[in-house]
C-alpha cells in the first residue's frame, strides 16, 4: 500500500472557506463575531499592488506528469475572487496564531520551530504563541502505530484534530497549526500523510519527518527549513480562505510530492500576496521590509531577492 496525499486539507476546502463569515456565517454563538476592522488598505489600493507586482512574476508553467494541477482540476483564484468570498478583513477578535509541537524534537528541529514562529508572526502580521509541547507519551496507544514500509512510529492524525487541537483551540486563535516531529497517517487504507487541516475549525496537523535531517549538512538545514517554513504559510494561507494558485509560481501552488513542493517558493504571487494584506489588515511595505530581513537572516535568497523586488515595485 503506498496510498499518501501532500494536502488533504483540499478535500474539504471549498464549503470550509465560506465558513469565515463572509457568505455563510457559520460562527458558533461563543464565538468572535465577523469584524467591522478598519481596514489599513483600500481594495483600490491593493488592486494597484497586484499590477506593479505582476512584471516580478514568473508564470508556473505547465504541469509535468505527476504534478498536482496534472491531477487535480483546480480554478485558480485572483485576488478579485477572493474578495467575493472574504469581503471583510478576519476578525479583530481572532488575534493570534498557534503552534503546536507534537512528538519529539532535536534541538535544531526546536529551533526551526522557533523560526517557523517568527517566519508567520511577520508574514500573518500576528502574534504566534508556541504551546508546550506534547510528546510521544500522551498520545494514546491507538493512536499509535509503526509504519510497514518505514518501520517508524506514526501518529493519527484525525486524533490530533479531534482530540488534541479541536477541543483546546483558544478562543482567540485565527488558525492552530500542530507541528509533528513523528510521521502521520490518516487512517485505515492510507501509507502516510504529510498533514491534514479542518478548514473550518482552523485547526491543522503537518509532519516535518519526511523533510529531512536538519542535522546531516547545511545544505540538507536549508532544505527542511525551507519545506518546514513553506508548509507553514501555505497551510496558514488555506485556513484564511486562500486558494491553490494556478496564476505563477507562488507559495500556494499546490503540490502532489516533496519535490514538486521544492519548487515553489516561499514567497506569495501578485494576487495571492494582497489576499494576506487584506485579510490580516497589513500595510503591504512594512510586511515586505520584515520579510525581506528574516529571509536575508536565514539565507532563504530566493525570496529575499523577490521581497526586495516587490517593496521597490510598491514605492
Ligand atoms: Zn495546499
Ligand atoms: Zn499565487
Redesign the pocket.
Known amino acids: 500500500m503506498t496510498r499518501y496525499a501532500w494536502d488533504i486539507a483540499l478535500v474539504g476546502m471549498i464549503t470550509a472557506a465560506v465558513a469565515w463569515g463572509s457568505f455563510k456565517p457559520k460562527v458558533a454563538p461563543t464565538e468572535a463575531k465577523p469584524a467591522a476592522a478598519r481596514s489599513v488598505n483600500t481594495i483600490d489600493q491593493l488592486k494597484d499592488s497586484v499590477k506593479r507586482l505582476r512584471p516580478l512574476q514568473t508564470p508556473l508553467g505547465k504541469p509535468q506528469p505527476g504534478d498536482w494541477l496534472a491531477e487535480h482540476k483546480e480554478d485558480g483564484q485572483t485576488f478579485e475572487q477572493f474578495l467575493v468570498r472574504r469581503p471583510a478583513p478576519a476578525s479583530s477578535e481572532l488575534t493570534t496564531l498557534y503552534i503546536q509541537p507534537i512528538g519529539d524534537f532535536g534541538k535544531t528541529q526546536q529551533e526551526l520551530i522557533a523560526t517557523t514562529a517568527r517566519c508567520l508572526g511577520l508574514f500573518y502580521s500576528r502574534p504566534v504563541k508556541t504551546l508546550p509541547a506534547i510528546g510521544l507519551e500522551a498520545i494514546p496507544e491507538d493512536a499509535q502505530r509503526i509504519n510497514d514500509n518505514t518501520r517508524e512510529t506514526q501518529i493519527l492524525s484525525t486524533y490530533v484534530l479531534d482530540t488534541v487541537l479541536k477541543p483546546k483551540r483558544p478562543k482567540d486563535a485565527l488558525a492552530v497549526l500542530a507541528l509533528s516531529a513523528e510521521d502521520l497517517w490518516p487512517g485505515k487504507g492510507w501509507n502516510y500523510v504529510f498533514g491534514q487541516a479542518s478548514l473550518s475549525e482552523r485547526v491543522g496537523v503537518w509532519s516535518i519527518k519526511r523533510f529531512g535531517d536538519p542535522d546531516e549538512s547545511p545544505e540538507a538545514f536549508q532544505l527542511c527549513q525551507a519545506r518546514t517554513l513553506g508548509t507553514a504559510l501555505h497551510e496558514t494561507g488555506h485556513m484564511l480562505g486562500i486558494s491553490h ?1 494556478k ?2 509560481r ?4 499546490g503540490s502532489n510530492s516533496l519535490e514538486e513542493g521544492d519548487r515553489s517558493p516561499l514567497h ?6 494582497p489576499k494576506v494584506w487584506w485579510s490580516c489588515n497589513v500595510e503591504p511595505q512594512k510586511h515586505l521590509a520584515g520579510m525581506v530581513d528574516f529571509s536575508k537572516a536565514q539565507k532563504l535568497e530566493e525570496s529575499a531577492q523577490y521581497w526586495q523586488r516587490a517593496l521597490e515595485a510598491l514605492k
Open positions: 494558485c496564476a505563477w507562488c507559495g500556494m501552488n506569495f504571487c501578485a494576487e495571492c500576496q
